[in-house]
């Protein structure tokens, strides 16, 4: 088992910058592929990033390539999610989440454990 605890939300104004971190423990973190979905009011839960086990792929949402940044450190079974520019329709529960799966899946389907979630809130 692996147990996933996400802090670093908040509320903040468009254009501003947040860092999520996503802590975990348990089994051996460096063997899961590490993601970041995201749920907004009344629409589904939807991957927002993820991270190869190494931390040398990483991929994005459409929506947010060149304004958030995944990386993790394994050194210190932490994940996290930089995130720039910040606007309104980024309101959402964060959650991170950890795949046993092959590649980075983006398929909320294929990750195994997840954290609590984290509240962002951006206003205009």
């Known amino acids: 088992q692996v147990q996933l605890v996400d802090t670093g939300g908040g509320l903040l104004q468009a254009g501003g910058s947040l860092r999520l971190s996503c802590a975990a423990s348990?089994?051996?973190?460096?063997?899961?592929?590490m993601a970041w979905f995201r749920q907004a009011p009344g629409k589904e839960r939807e991957f927002v990033a993820g991270?190869?086990?190494?931390?040398?792929?990483?991929y994005y949402t459409d929506s947010v390539k060149g304004r958030f940044t995944i990386s993790r450190d394994n050194a210190k079974n932490t994940v996290y999610l930089q995130m720039n520019s910040l606007k309104p329709e980024d309101t959402a529960v964060y959650y991170c989440?950890?795949?046993?799966?092959?590649?980075?899946?983006?398929?909320?389907?294929?990750?195994?454990?997840w954290g609590q979630g984290t509240q962002v809130i951006v206003s205009s």
């Open positions: 989440a950890a795949s046993g799966r092959v590649g980075v899946p983006p398929s909320e389907y294929d990750y195994q454990h």
């Open positions: 348990g089994r051996t973190f460096s063997n899961y592929a």
């Open positions: 991270i190869s086990w190494s931390g040398g792929s990483t």
